[in-house]
C-alpha cells in the first residue's frame, strides 16, 4: 500500500482511482494537517474504493468532510486508545427484523439475546428487548459510565466514578460538527458543566440513579439502572472475560472492526462457547440504521460456520461512508463488501440505470446536483441533521421500490455466487471459503 510522503490527497485519488479529482473540491484536505491515523485511515479508503471500482465522480462535500473532521475525531486515538460507545436508537432496528424472521427450533429454557459491546446509553439494547418482550435480554460492554451529562442541544459527555471526562457523542455527526472541529473546547465545556451540576447530586448511592436539572443541562449518576427491566439486564465486562451463560442469539455491531483477524479468530472461539447448538451470531458494521454489512454465523456440531455475508443497498451510494470504515488493513468484511460492490458496479446493464436514477432522487430530495462537469455539487445551505437522515431513509425506500436489489442479486448470481434478499431486505451471498474469519 502506498504512503503519504508529501503527497496530496488528489494525487493519491487519481493514483487509486485512476481520474483527476474534481475541481471544486480540490484542496478541501490537507494530508500533513490529518493525525497518522487518520492517514492510514484514508489509504485503507481509498484501497477499498479502488476494489469496488468506486469512481471520483462520486467525490463529495460530505465525504471530504467525513474524512476530515468526523473521522480525526471518532477513531481510538482521539480517546487515548480506548473505543468510544457511541450509538444511537434504532441502529439495529433491521437486524432484529432478521432475528424476528428466523424459524428458530422449539427448545427447552428461556430464549437468550446478548448485545455485546452495546454503548452507552444502551439504546440498541432496550430497541430489542422491546421488540423481544419474551425473550431475557442482555447488553454487554467493557464500559458504562458513572456520570452521563447532556447539553441544551442533546449532545452528551460520559465521566467515571472519579469525575473524569471520558468521551462526548454528538446528536448526530451533522449537528455536532462543531464539537468534533474543537474536540478540546468541547471536553472543557462539558467539563465546565460537570462541576457545576455534580454538587446538586444528594444520594450517589450506587445502587441507584439519580438525576440533578440546571438550566436545561442535566446529570445523570447510574444512569445504566435506569434502562433495567423484567427482561433486560446488564453485564459490565470485556467479551474475553464473559461469564457463562447460553444465547440462542448474539449481537455484536461495530466491536470487531477494532481487532486483528487473528485477534478476531480467538474471539469468536470465546463466543462459540456461550452459543446454543443452531444459535446464531450477528457480527459488523453500521451507522444510524444505514450502510450495513453483516457475517451471520451459526452453531452446528460444537463449530460456529458462515451462514451469510449480507449488506444494504445504500453501500452502493454516492455519498455512503460506512463501507470505507476500518481499523485494520485486513478487515474481511469489508474486502468482501468491497469485491461484492465491485462486482455489481461493473456490470452496466445494472449500474447504468441505477446511477441515473440515483442521481435523479438525489437532485430531487436537495442533495445535491450532477452537472455539466459530471461531478456532484451541493447546494450552499446544508440540510439539519433531521432532514438529511429523513430524506436519506425516503431516497433509499425509493431505490428498493424499483427493483434495484433484485437486481444487484441477479448480477451476483450471474458472477457465481449464491445469492438472495436475506429476512433483513438485505443482500446476501454464501460467501466464498477463507473470504471470512472462521
Same mark, same amino acid.
Not at 480540490?26 to 492517514?39: A, H, V, Y
Not at 428487548?129 to 459510565?145: L, Y
Not at 466514578?161 to 455527526?173: I, T, V
Not at 462486482?343 to 446493464?349: E, G, L
Given at each position: ?7 496530496? $490527497? ?14 471544486? !473540491? ?7 494537517? &490529518? ?20 469512481? #471520483? ?62 454503548? @452507552? ?7 430489542? =428487548?422491546?421488540? $423481544? ?11 458504562? %459510565? ?12 460520559? $465521566?467515571?466514578?472519579?469525575?473524569? @471526562? ?14 468534533? =472541529? ?14 457545576? &451540576? ?8 450506587? !445502587? ?101 455475508? %449480507? ?35 461493473? %456490470? ?9 436514477? &440515483? ?24 440540510? &439539519? ?22 437486481? %444487484?442479486?441477479? #448480477? ?11 429476512? =433483513?431486505?438485505?443482500?446476501? #451471498? ?9
Amino acid at each position: 500500500m502506498e504512503t503519504m510522503n508529501e503527497t496530496s $490527497f488528489e494525487t493519491l485519488v487519481e493514483n487509486f482511482l485512476g481520474t483527476g479529482f474534481p475541481r471544486h !473540491l480540490s484542496g478541501t484536505i490537507c494530508l500533513t494537517e &490529518l493525525p497518522p491515523d487518520t492517514q492510514d485511515f484514508i489509504l485503507r479508503l481509498l484501497y477499498l474504493m479502488k476494489r469496488s471500482k468506486y469512481c #471520483v465522480s462520486g467525490f463529495n462535500p460530505v465525504l471530504i468532510r467525513w474524512l476530515s473532521a468526523t473521522i480525526p475525531s471518532i477513531l481510538p486515538g482521539a480517546w487515548g486508545g480506548r473505543i468510544p460507545p457511541i450509538t444511537v436508537p434504532g441502529r439495529h432496528r433491521k437486524l432484529d427484523n432478521y432475528v424476528a424472521g428466523q424459524n428458530f427450533l422449539p427448545d427447552r429454557g428461556q430464549n437468550i439475546f446478548v448485545d455485546i459491546g452495546c454503548g @452507552f446509553p444502551p439504546v440498541t439494547t432496550v430497541d430489542t =428487548a422491546c421488540r $423481544f418482550p419474551d425473550w431475557q435480554i442482555c447488553g454487554v460492554d467493557r464500559s458504562f %459510565a458513572d456520570y452521563v451529562l447532556s447539553d441544551t442541544a442533546g449532545h452528551y459527555a460520559c $465521566f467515571n466514578q472519579e469525575g473524569e @471526562f471520558l468521551y462526548f457523542q454528538a446528536f448526530s455527526d451533522l449537528a455536532g460538527r462543531a464539537l468534533y =472541529a474543537d474536540p478540546e473546547g468541547t471536553k472543557n465545556r462539558f467539563s465546565q458543566l460537570f462541576e457545576d &451540576l455534580f454538587p446538586l447530586l444528594q444520594n450517589r448511592d450506587p !445502587l441507584s440513579s439519580e438525576t440533578v436539572e440546571k438550566d436545561g443541562n442535566k446529570l445523570i449518576h447510574n444512569h445504566i439502572m435506569d434502562f433495567e427491566t423484567d427482561n433486560l439486564r446488564f453485564i459490565k465486562s470485556d467479551l474475553m472475560d464473559l461469564g457463562p451463560m447460553t444465547a440462542k442469539v448474539i449481537r455484536c455491531m461495530n466491536v470487531f472492526i477494532y481487532f486483528t483477524r487473528d485477534k478476531k479468530k480467538r474471539m469468536l472461539g470465546h463466543i462459540k462457547d456461550h452459543l446454543k447448538t443452531n444459535g446464531l451470531l450477528i457480527i459488523g458494521t453500521n451507522s444510524f440504521d444505514i450502510q450495513y454489512r453483516y457475517a451471520v454465523y451459526q452453531k452446528k456440531n460444537d463449530d460456529l460456520f458462515v451462514r451469510e455475508f %449480507a449488506f444494504s443497498l445504500d453501500n452502493l451510494g454516492h455519498i455512503p461512508f460506512m463501507p470505507w470504515f476500518t481499523i485494520h488493513e485486513d478487515d474481511p468484511e469489508a474486502i468482501l463488501l468491497a469485491k461484492l460492490t465491485g462486482t455489481i458496479r461493473s %456490470a452496466p446493464s445494472f449500474w447504468t440505470p441505477f446511477t441515473r436514477h &440515483l442521481d435523479q432522487l438525489l437532485e430531487y430530495h436537495g442533495f445535491c446536483k450532477r452537472k455539466i462537469d459530471g461531478f456532484l455539487h451541493f447546494p450552499e445551505k446544508e440540510m &439539519l441533521p433531521n432532514d438529511f437522515l429523513e430524506k436519506n431513509a425516503l431516497l433509499w425506500k425509493g431505490m428498493q421500490g424499483k427493483g434495484y436489489m433484485g437486481g %444487484a442479486v441477479d #448480477v451476483l448470481g450471474k458472477a457465481g455466487y449464491d445469492a438472495w434478499i436475506n429476512s =433483513a431486505g438485505d443482500i446476501a #451471498v454464501r460467501p466464498p471459503v477463507g473470504d471470512l474469519v472462521s
